[in-house]
């Protein structure tokens, strides 16, 4: 089994920043991806940024410049540092990582419950 835990969402102006924290642990052989997806209410699931092993990253278009991405010398910890957020950021921010179980060798991916992060204008 695989747990993923996002921290790190809560309140905050426009104009400021948070830094969301993700772990995942468990039966893990090895990592191919980890990233950052959002959904706001009425809108469907996007993405905003992923980090490959290599440390290779991807950005949604509309965070680039503002949202950071990296991986932690602890295994399979990413973070996402959001600086200059706007009002429309505000959504439910989920963690994904694309991970090898031990048992199987099979990768599968998996989700965190999400965290929430509010930008007020």
């Known amino acids: 089994q695989v747990q993923v835990v996002e921290s790190g969402g809560g309140l905050v102006q426009a104009g400021g920043s948070l830094r969301l924290s993700c772990a995942a642990t468990g039966s893990i052989f090895s990592t191919y991806a980890m990233g950052w997806y959002r959904q706001a209410p009425g809108k469907q699931r996007e993405l905003v940024a992923t980090i490959t092993s290599g440390r290779s990253t991807n950005y949604a278009d509309s965070v680039k410049g503002r949202f950071t991405i990296s991986r932690d010398n602890a295994p399979n910890t990413v973070y996402l540092q959001m600086n200059s957020l706007k009002p429309e950021d505000t959504a439910v921010y989920y963690c994904?990582?694309?991970?090898?179980?031990?048992?199987?060798?099979?990768?599968?991916?998996?989700w965190g419950q999400g965290t929430q992060v509010t930008v007020s204008s």
């Open positions: 994904n990582a694309r991970v090898v179980e031990t048992a199987s060798l099979r990768a599968y991916d998996y």
